[in-house]
């Protein structure tokens, strides 16, 4: 399973947490207190951090998130043959229903993107391996300019055009 599928807890247990300071908005309170959160996924060595909340809580929810989507677009795993049942849940009528900031956004990016790698990134093929059209696929990549930028760099590296 790839990490950015894993539960929460489950990929807790093999994150490192780190707190520090920041600088920035926040006044004397967030100048005093260690409230950012790094994480860093030790397998991988993958991290991300958020240290625009005054919470430490609030910042640790949003680096989870920012980690989550950091392992699906960099780290790769084997394809499985068939569509996971997370992705099955979000295909209704041949499309791809999540919003960016649902949980199992990175899970389906990661999904996505290994389905692409196993197909030499031939779209029309890692498309109907999961159940859905070329433009759902794509569709699912636009919603975040990260997600984007980590397609089109792999084409790159394949040789193919960019997307526009």
Do not use: C
Not at 36 to 63: G, K
């Amino acid at each position: 399973m790839h990490p950015a599928a894993l539960p929460p807890d489950a990929l807790l247990a093999d994150v490192q947490e780190m707190h520090t300071r920041r600088s920035g908005p926040g006044g004397q309170h967030r100048n005093k207190v260690q409230t950012a959160v790094v994480l860093m996924h030790r397998p991988t060595e993958i991290a991300a951090e958020a240290a625009e909340r005054r919470s430490q809580a609030e910042n640790r929810r949003v680096a989870m998130g920012r980690l989550r989507l950091k392992l699906a677009l960099e780290h790769r795993t084997p394809a499985s043959p068939a569509p996971s049942a997370r992705w099955q849940a979000r295909v209704r009528g041949g499309h791809l229903a999540v919003a960016v900031d649902h949980p199992d956004y990175p899970a389906l990016v990661a999904e996505a993107l290994d389905q692409l790698q196993a197909h030499g990134l031939d779209m029309p093929a890692a498309a109907a391996a999961l159940g859905v059209s070329s433009t759902q696929l794509l569709k699912l990549f636009k919603k975040t300019p990260a997600a984007w930028t980590t397609l089109n760099r792999l084409r790159v590296g394949m040789g193919l055009p960019v997307l526009k």
